[in-house]
């Protein structure tokens, strides 16, 4: 079992930046991936980033070279530093784990709003 609490979202300007963090708590925090997905209004959720276990990282074409994911496994918490916001990553943004070996990711976080506004 593992729990995620997300923070860091908020209000910002089109062009600014926001720094999402997620802590995990619980067995074999260490060996999950970890990923960010997000829900903006009348839309599906999305993904957005994930970060193996040993650091290998993937993102959504939208955000390639704006936003970075990072973990640090001594404080069991996953990062989501996002640059150059535009208005349309304006959603909530959720944190979420998952076993290496399986594909769909078990466990979720209850998400933090981010807005940009333009």
């Known amino acids: 079992q593992v729990q995620l609490v997300e923070s860091g979202g908020g209000l910002v300007q089109a062009g600014e930046s926001l720094r999402l963090s997620c802590v995990a708590s619980g067995r074999n925090v260490p060996i999950y991936v970890l990923g960010w997905f997000r829900r903006a209004p009348g839309k599906e959720r999305e993904f957005v980033a994930h970060?193996?276990?040993?650091?290998?990282?993937d993102y959504a074409d939208s955000v390639k070279g704006r936003f970075t994911i990072s973990r640090d496994n001594v404080k069991n918490t996953v990062y989501l530093q996002m640059n150059s916001l535009k208005p349309e990553d304006t959603a909530v943004y959720y944190c979420?784990?998952?076993?290496?070996?399986?594909?769909?990711?078990?466990?979720w976080g209850q998400g933090t709003q981010v807005t940009v506004s333009s």
């Open positions: 970060i193996g276990s040993g650091g290998r990282t």
């Open positions: 979420a784990a998952r076993s290496s070996n399986v594909g769909t990711y078990r466990y």
